[in-house]
């Protein structure tokens, strides 16, 4: 951490609740694999809580570029470009996941 403010902290409140929704879904998928529901319901399931899941990180990389990224490259080039790498980097931990 840097101690600078986030992007996302103007929607900290709007994340926090997506994730409290995606924490009630991986409980909702514990609860159906103790019941022993059908495989595809629980396939299903998953399905939605990726979803979600993906939505949260896709909001994240978009307010990293708006925020950290014009911030940094307004300091400097060198800032700019650390902070464009750090996105790729996040990109591609998310497309290999």
Do not use: F
Request: hydrophobic letters at 40%; charged letters at 30%; aromatic letters at 4%.
């Amino acid at each position: 951490m840097d101690g600078a403010t986030h992007g996302y902290i103007q929607r900290k409140d709007d994340y926090l609740k997506r994730l409290r929704r995606i924490e009630g879904q991986a409980r909702g998928l514990q609860r159906m694999v103790d019941e022993e529901s059908y495989c595809i319901d629980i396939l299903t399931q998953v399905t939605a809580m990726t979803k979600a899941l993906q939505a949260v990180s896709l909001g994240l990389l978009e307010e990293h570029m708006n925020h950290c990224v014009i911030n940094a490259a307004q300091e400097s080039d060198e800032a700019g470009q650390i902070k464009v790498r750090e996105a790729m980097d996040a990109v591609t931990r998310l497309v290999r996941s």
